[in-house]
């Protein structure tokens, strides 16, 4: 087995799957080569690297690969103006130097359609591999991947298995190469970043098992993160909240009108729309409520959605007003309501022949009331609490969240999403709001990968 980590000391043995492998003895002045795969922005990159340098290694990146135009200007703009390679799948791996370890947050668009169709059988049309590819030719020492939570259980057949059928094959896959391997999902809040966002996170080596528990929690709040005497916004929306609540009333608040609780905020609560009086307010809160219990899909006939319009003689059986089907037009016509028939899921043949479902209108049904539910046209759908921390953050999301700053309301800045992701501030992103949001939201939080990476040099022994 080639090893290319030139100063170590080689000994023989056999790991706990059985595989004979080369255990490795650095030396406190070892390179440490990798390659950086799935790129983006180089987050994995930089918690990697920190780990090294923090135990007086040097880390080398020797191949990097990315596809997205403004992934690579911001990677290139931080690491430095090298090459950095396009589509790995058009990489001959005989191109690609050798190396100690492999990163990559690999992409897993794939597994849904292998896993509904034939179950995941093997890796074969998935971006995974990739990864094993280079790994069964390259033979590094080890890596680090990192995905979503949600492949722990994807294609999951059998309730009573610890993992799903995708994960049970790629960590099957992984270990017959020779490798131990260990994952575990890990938060980010726990990890000194005011955000909730979990991640698996896969881990092997030759010859040494990775213990993923028990790492130092480190705790932040927003309030930590947050600039002041930025410029705030003045909108319908901003100026309608602000009529209605001081501005610490708005710590923590959703703007929405699809659901209810203590800690949302709908359009009829500040008039948005337009003004309405008391009754038509309670009509709302308890048309928003009623219209998801399932027995109104059985007395319809429908399959049940969630949201359903109902009739004047429908309403009327939990909200009683002698004037209902004024109130309720009235409302339709400032927009907090509409008139519509009610909508079921069918199965339509789309062009290249697959099936699809979509939502139709079953005309021959009566037309109800429902929620304006949709696609609003605000500014920001969440007000985050400074004292607590921010949700998950992807793309779509970092757009429509807004902070209180001093007397006023506006968007998170660039830094401070950095900040939450864990990059410093002199990570420069030289993007607009909407590119530099949609590549933080899709980032590896580099503080996790720095802990694992500090754990694996650790754990290899150098002195």
Same mark, same amino acid.
């Given at each position: ?266 359009? &009829? ?34 399959? &049940? ?159």
């Amino acid at each position: 087995m080639q090893q290319t980590l030139q100063t170590f000391a080689k000994t023989e043995k056999t790991n706990k799957n059985g595989f004979t492998v080369i255990s490795n003895m650095p030396t406190k002045t070892s390179d440490l080569k990798f390659i950086d795969l799935f790129a983006g922005i180089g987050g994995t990159r930089l918690g990697f690297e920190n780990a090294c340098k923090k135990n007086s290694i040097t880390p080398k990146c020797v191949f990097s690969s990315e596809i997205k135009p403004t992934a690579i200007k911001v990677y290139k703009s931080y690491f430095g103006d090298h090459q950095i390679h396009g589509d790995i799948t058009q990489i001959n791996t005989k191109n690609i130097p050798d190396f100690d370890f492999l990163l990559a947050g690999f992409p897993c668009q794939a597994f849904s359609s292998a896993g509904k169709r034939q179950g995941f059988l093997d890796t074969r049309g998935t971006l995974f591999f990739e990864v094993e590819r280079i790994l069964r030719e390259k033979n590094p020492t080890g890596f680090i991947l990192e995905n979503v939570e949600g492949l722990v259980n994807h294609d999951k057949i059998d309730k009573s298995k610890k993992n799903g059928r995708t994960l049970e094959t790629i960590l099957g896959t992984l270990n017959n190469m020779g490798y131990i391997t260990n994952y575990k999902i890990l938060n980010t809040k726990n990890f000194g970043l005011a955000q909730n966002r979990k991640r698996i996170f896969i881990v092997g080596l030759k010859d040494k098992n990775i213990n993923l528990d028990d790492f130092q929690k480190k705790k932040s709040a927003l309030k930590d993160i947050l600039e002041n005497g930025l410029p705030t916004i003045e909108s319908k929306l901003t100026k309608a909240l602000l009529n209605y609540y001081n501005i610490e009333q708005l710590q923590g608040k959703a703007i929405k009108d699809k659901r209810g609780g203590k800690d949302n905020i709908h359009s &009829w609560d500040i008039a948005l729309k337009g003004k309405i009086t008391d009754e038509q307010k309670n009509l709302l809160n308890a048309l928003l409520k009623e219209r998801r219990k399932k027995h109104w899909a059985e007395k319809k006939g429908i399959k &049940w959605m969630d949201g359903m319009p109902l009739t004047v003689s429908e309403i009327s059986t939990f909200f009683n007003s002698k004037n209902l089907i004024n109130l309720l037009d009235d409302l339709v016509k400032k927009g907090y309501l509409k008139h519509e028939h009610p909508k079921e899921l069918v199965s339509k043949t789309i062009a290249n022949g697959n099936n699809v479902l979509v939502r139709e209108y079953r005309q021959e049904k009566e037309k109800g009331y429902n929620i304006v539910a949709g696609k609003l046209s605000f500014e920001f759908s969440k007000i985050l609490d400074s004292e607590s921390i921010a949700p998950t953050l992807v793309a779509t999301d970092l757009s429509k969240l807004a902070v209180t700053d001093n007397s006023g309301l506006r968007k998170l800045s660039i830094t401070e999403a950095k900040r939450l992701f864990g990059f410093p501030d002199d990570f420069n992103i030289e993007l607009n709001e909407s590119d530099a949001f949609d590549l933080l939201g899709n980032t590896v939080a580099p503080p996790i990968i720095e802990a694992i990476q500090d754990r694996i040099i650790k754990e290899l022994g150098f002195k």
